[in-house]
């Protein structure tokens, strides 16, 4: 006979998943608000958690099940080792012993990210439960749905999270439960059969009436607010320190970029290795919209394959402009954020060693790889032309952009105040190239006393653009507000100008590989994050400028001079010349090859490296003859160590005078050795066993002159002190004998 499921047991199930649909409201904001990464292993994590303790009754099965999916977790996140192997459990002996040490030294900060992470789990398992306690035993869940409305509000107004779907989410499943729960107190009054019907016949309505006022919520007018926002008063009351979208940012790379200003963190995480000849920018994206607050794209994003690796000129024409050939690798951190790929100007090709296809959106230019599901953890190769532009061609280059470009590239919001434009004119007055109007306002902001920083910068308020404020009110700024300035100077004067983002060069390591000349590895963390200018010239394509106070830019640019020289001269110049630049290109030939060949992921590496892994091969074994040596030595001299840390330990407490201390851990050391003194044993009765088992009075005679050291006048301490020390000493030589 099938057995029929209880109406209790229905009503459970449907309210411990409505509290875990509430409750993965408070997870969904971490990866925006928080550094919290990988944030659906927490979802998951709690699903199980929520299940476990509905299906499972058996305590212990409970509480196996849910440690297993813990460790599970933090396998999959921190651990390289297989799951329980020698080496796991010594990854995590280690983890557990650095961060207890950390604990009780109170330098909470220094924590792990497995702890961080490890304790979060866990606040999650006592979460899982305790909702479960709340939503299905004592049927009280009202205060948890308000403090989730509230959770949502706040979050919603002092960060970049939009909590608005959230909010409707919740009202539609707090809703659902109240009825829910309405429906199950009255049917426990009375004796009903075929509840299933009834339990269908009492849902459809509370989910219409629920659709219902949910729609008519989000679609009927709205009167304006009648309480005064808070948010432009706490900014004002702190100086707009660490406002942005109402929340203080990290410093770099993000994809929103349509409310710029506020202050940044400094944050020296590294996002990727380079390998490149010279400092260089790493480009990722430009966008061309200015709306008065921020920038935004004109297109969505339309990404195609590159053919090959292949990308042909995306900024500008290689015949046109001066270049020389170089190749580059890009090794991401596996833990960083990034999910788009970084390329230097000029790049002709990309390509993985996985052969991962590619994707480029030529409007942006952002380049994505397929396999970056969230980010990019592979390395790739580039190869790229780098530009040196001729400052003679530039000036001489005709103005006649393309209605395309113009369309584009020339927008500006009719909310602009007119004193920008005006100030656009006056910085470029008497100049008539592009070119030197471009170079006038990218010098005009260090030549005037604009500061760069990175603290205390505002936030245009409500109707406040935000080249405006930063020109004429603060001059103060980071690099945003620079390069924002800089492209709108250009467009009020009909000069094409985009807004580009990426990295500056970073830093060079200090354990430099055996590279070509002129290359060298660099390290960019977030720090490196940058925004710079490029300015489009007819016949060239665009060109980067870099209008930051202190930034230079990486670029080259060069002066033609001319000369009068007589033609035997010019012949013998021309043919020096010639035989100069086959040497060169032999010599760029031979670098490429050999930085190919420091490529481990390609299979020429892996060929030319035969024998540096049979060498590597020899001193592994080595290696590993010395740790087998060692941890032979060890597990042999086993009690030596342990007797050196005991007395390394004893001899600490009596150098601090901690004598009391220092005879409690004697009392805790011949514990260990058998003697474990009895309940109700007075100290010189547990004494005399000692002495008894030793053959020696040593332990008597110490806890006499102990008792006599704690209940001795003060002044003869000093000699107390130095008999014990040398009792503890008579008496250790007898312990480890």
């Not at 994050?529 to 230079?552: D, K, L, M, Q, R």
Request: charged share 20%; net charge negative; proline share 3%.
């Amino acid at each position: 006979m099938k057995k029929q499921i209880s109406l209790e047991t229905v009503s459970t199930f449907i309210l411990l998943c409505a509290g875990f649909l509430l409750f993965w409201e408070w997870l969904r904001p971490l990866e925006q608000i928080t550094d919290t990464g990988n944030s659906y292993l927490f979802v998951i994590f709690t699903a199980i958690c929520f299940a476990v303790s509905f299906f499972t009754e058996n305590k212990i099965a409970r509480f196996a099940v849910k440690l297993l999916s813990m460790l599970f977790v933090l396998d999959y996140l921190f651990v390289d080792a297989r799951l329980l192997s020698s080496e796991w459990v010594q990854f995590m002996q280690l983890e557990w012993q650095f961060n207890l040490e950390i604990i009780f030294e109170n330098n909470l900060a220094a924590m792990s990210s497995f702890f961080r992470s490890m304790l979060f789990l866990i606040v999650l398992w006592l979460m899982s439960y305790l909702l479960h306690y709340w939503f299905t035993v004592a049927n009280k869940f009202f205060l948890f749905v308000v403090l989730t409305f509230f959770y949502l509000a706040v979050l919603d107004t002092f960060t970049v999270y939009d909590a608005r779907l959230a909010i409707v989410r919740t009202f539609v499943i707090s809703f659902i439960v109240f009825g829910l729960s309405r429906y199950v107190h009255l049917m426990k009054q009375v004796d009903k059969r075929n509840y299933k019907q009834q339990v269908v016949g009492w849902m459809l309505p509370i989910m219409l009436i629920v659709g219902l006022a949910t729609v008519l919520g989000i679609y009927s007018p709205k009167p304006d607010p009648q309480w005064p926002d808070p948010v432009p008063f706490i900014e004002s009351t702190a100086g707009h320190v660490g406002f942005s979208n109402g929340a203080v940012q990290k410093v770099g790379y993000g994809e929103d970029d349509s409310r710029l200003g506020g202050s940044f963190v400094q944050d020296d995480t590294p996002v990727f290795q380079a390998i490149a000849h010279d400092d260089i920018y790493w480009r990722i994206e430009t966008k061309d919209v200015y709306t008065g607050k921020g920038w935004e794209r004109s297109e969505e994003l339309n990404y195609q394959p590159l053919t090959n690796g292949m990308i042909g000129n995306n900024t500008f024409f290689v015949d046109q402009v001066e270049t020389t050939a170089y190749q580059g690798q890009v090794q991401p951190v596996d833990s960083n954020a990034l999910t788009k790929a970084v390329y230097p100007y000029g790049i002709q090709m990309i390509a993985a060693s996985r052969q991962s296809q590619f994707y480029m959106d030529a409007q942006s230019g952002l380049i994505k790889s397929e396999s970056a599901e969230e980010n990019i953890a592979q390395a790739y190769s580039v190869q790229y032309e780098a530009p040196s532009f001729s400052v003679n061609q530039l000036k001489d280059l005709p103005t006649d952009d393309p209605a395309s470009i113009r369309d584009q590239y020339l927008q500006l919001p009719n909310s602009l105040p007119d004193r920008v434009r005006e100030l656009a004119s006056d910085i470029t007055e008497g100049v008539e190239t592009r070119y030197e109007k471009a170079r006038a306002i990218e010098g005009y902001f260090a030549a005037n006393g604009y500061r760069y920083q990175i603290e205390d910068v505002s936030v245009p308020e409500r109707g406040e653009d935000y080249v405006d404020q930063f020109l004429f009110e603060t001059q103060i700024g980071y690099c945003d507000n620079f390069s924002t300035s800089m492209v709108v100077l250009l467009r009020s004067l009909d000069i094409p100008a985009r807004w580009v983002k990426g990295f500056t060069g970073g830093s060079e390591i200090m354990d430099q590989r055996n590279l070509p000349e002129g290359y060298t590895t660099y390290e960019v963390t977030n720090n490196n994050a940058h925004s710079w200018v490029e300015v489009y010239f007819p016949g060239t394509g665009w060109v980067p400028f870099e209008p930051t106070s202190g930034f230079n830019n990486p670029t080259d640019f060069y002066q033609e001079v001319t000369s009068d020289v007589d033609v035997g001269n010019a012949e013998e110049e021309q043919a020096e010349t010639e035989e100069t630049e086959q040497e060169e290109a032999a010599e760029e030939q031979e670098q490429k090859q050999q930085l190919t060949e420091d490529d481990g992921s390609s299979e020429t590496a892996a060929a030319g490296q035969d024998n540096a892994d049979g060498n590597m091969l020899y001193i592994w074994i080595i290696a590993a003859v010395i740790i087998i040596a060692a941890t032979v030595l060890a597990y042999l001299k086993r009690y030596e160590i342990r007797n050196w840390y005991i007395l390394r330990k004893w001899r600490r407490l009596r150098e601090k005078s901690e004598v009391e201390a220092a005879y409690v851990y004697l009392l805790e050391i011949l514990g260990k050795q058998g003697l474990k003194r009895k309940t109700g044993q007075t100290l010189r009765q547990y004494a005399s066993e000692v002495d008894e088992h030793f053959g020696t009075t040593a332990m008597s005679t110490l806890t006499t002159a102990y008792e006599e050291y704690l209940y001795r006048n003060q002044t003869s301490i000093d000699k107390d002190e130095k008999r014990l020390q040398e009792l503890f000493d008579e008496l250790s030589d007898q312990i480890f004998a």
